[in-house]
């Protein structure tokens, strides 16, 4: 298990987007950090009201969006236009290539979400959106997938061999999930502070597991995470 502390993380901040990169992505260059598995991007992003990425292009890559707070307004090359609202996953398969937009839908409040690519399991997909909204309750306590190439029911369909889970977590509550072996899985906290398998961690920490096993998670107050399991 690498714990990775939120301190360490890559930190980017403008006039309208503050900005936490967890592997090597655009101008944070790093060789040793790269991946973990088909993981290669883990983006932890607040975009100011009225800010956003103008129109560019993606391929070969399945980009998971999970809005955490606000609302995400995107457009894309193939005359999609729509919105994603907070506890709302999207799934685009990049596949041969596609152009899109993504702006804070609001000219005031800030969005937060997070954005995590992985590397489809194969070549040359048909560009595609998938969308799905989860409430509160449906991920407080549990393990709740909510993007799964791995038949898991529930969640959008992604094109690798792969499941995100999320959840809430109250004081006293704690989750588990069997790491088969020959996988491996990645942990984010996105608030508060869980303990996983007894390691304590805090919002902004990043766990990377290559052992197969029972994983734990705790928490002592209100936290959420999302969990990744990966080959």
């Known amino acids: ?9 890559f930190h980017i901040e403008s006039d ?15 060789p040793s950090n790269m991946h973990f598995g088909p993981l290669r991007v ?3 992003d607040t975009i100011a009201g009225g800010g956003g990425f103008p129109t560019h292009s993606h391929r070969e890559m399945e980009i998971v969006t999970y809005v955490l ?6 457009k894309d090359s193939t005359g999609g236009v729509g919105f994603i609202n907070a506890g709302e996953v999207q799934r685009m398969s990049a596949g041969t290539a596609i152009a899109h937009s993504e702006f804070n839908a609001s000219e005031t409040d800030p969005t937060r979400l997070l954005q995590i690519w992985v590397l489809p399991e194969r070549a040359g ?3 595609s959106y998938e969308q799905k909204q989860f409430t509160t309750e449906q991920r407080t306590g549990v393990l709740l997938p909510i993007a799964s190439g791995q038949d898991v029911p529930g969640g ?8 995100f889970y999320v959840s809430r977590l109250r004081a006293g509550d ?4 069997e790491l088969k072996a020959g996988r491996r ?11 996983l398998n007894g390691e304590a961690l805090s919002a902004g920490d990043q766990a990377r597991i290559t052992e197969s096993g029972k994983l734990t998670l705790s928490a002592s107050g209100e936290s959420e995470i999302i969990l990744i399991d990966l080959p």
């Open 1 to 9: 298990m690498q714990i990775i502390k939120a301190k360490d993380r």
């Open 16 to 30: 309208w987007l503050s900005a936490y990169w967890l592997f090597s992505f655009d101008r944070y260059y790093d």
């Open 42 to 44: 883990f983006n932890h």
């Open 69 to 74: 707070s606000g609302k995400l307004a995107h």
């Open 125 to 127: 997909l048909t560009p």
């Open 156 to 163: 959008v369909k992604i094109h690798q061999d792969t499941t």
């Open 174 to 177: 704690s989750v588990a999930h």
């Open 185 to 195: 899985a990645f942990l984010y906290v996105i608030e508060g502070e869980v303990a």
